[in-house]
């Protein structure tokens, strides 16, 4: 598209919720977007159950992009998605899911994605929503467009999963891409304890330490002053 058609569009585009008279304009998006076949409940159950976030973008009246996401409680969420909040949040947390983002191979590189996008967090951040801790996805491995589209938007990767898919009866790798709002915070990694271990360890006064610890340190100094002095003497 040239820039000037592409503002023509931006200016045009509508966000729109989806309806069941959609079903076939989606099918045959997703059909063409995405590897993964869904079956026609999945259809019917994004465009008329309310639990879906399931927002469409439109150009002169035709969908050029959806966005489907569905909020859960943390207590519901498959094992390999358990971990991606921090263990202080309980059960009753929620966070979302985004089953699927597309939008048409002519539409692309003009913000539509990132305008869907923008529009769930917009309404996960509410105060209706502040339960609501993390934004959750996974893509395939390969798909290194999709990756670096999240990553630009400030999705971390949070978990690598081995033969997540199964796509034409082949076993495909994935990763487990995670966004936090609303004071949603990841697990602690090894690096975060270790980090934090040293800040407090910094701060302590020689004179809060308990005596003993701080004889046990003296005397292991003392001993490798002492060796390194006989080896040099040697």
């Known amino acids: ?4 058609l592409s503002f023509s569009v931006q200016r045009e585009i509508q966000l729109r919720f989806l309806c069941p008279e959609d079903i076939d304009e ?4 997703c059909t063409e977007w995405f590897p993964i076949e869904y079956p026609d409940t999945w259809y019917q159950e994004i465009t008329s159950n309310p639990k879906f976030y399931s927002l ?11 966005v489907v996401a569905e909020v859960k409680l943390l207590s519901s969420l498959n094992k390999e998605d358990a971990d991606i909040l921090a263990p202080q949040f309980p059960s009753t947390s929620q966070v979302a899911y985004i089953l699927s983002l597309g939008v048409v191979v002519d ?3 003009h913000g539509i994605a990132s305008l869907l996008l923008d529009s769930l967090i917009q309404s996960l951040t509410t105060k209706e929503r502040s ?19 999240y990553e ?4 971390k990767a949070h978990s690598f999963l081995p033969y997540y898919y199964s796509i034409q009866g082949k076993p495909r790798d994935a990763y487990l891409y995670v966004i936090y709002l609303n004071g949603g915070k990841a697990p602690w990694s090894f690096i975060d304890y270790m980090m934090q271990c040293g800040e407090v360890l910094t701060k302590l006064q020689p004179c809060a330490l308990p005596s003993q ?7 292991w100094i003392c001993r490798l002053l002492a ?3 006989s080896n040099y003497s040697s």
């Open 131 to 149: 339960n609501c801790k993390a934004v959750y996805l996974h893509v395939l491995a390969t798909n290194h467009i999709a990756i670096r589209f």
């Open 227 to 229: 060796g390194a002095t």
């Open 56 to 66: 469409a973008a439109t150009f002169q009246s035709r969908i050029v992009g959806i």
């Open 1 to 4: 598209m040239s820039t000037a």
């Open 213 to 219: 610890i701080i004889r046990t340190v003296r005397g």
């Open 26 to 29: 989606v099918k045959k998006l």
């Open 152 to 155: 630009r938007r400030r999705f």
């Open 107 to 109: 539409f692309r590189k």
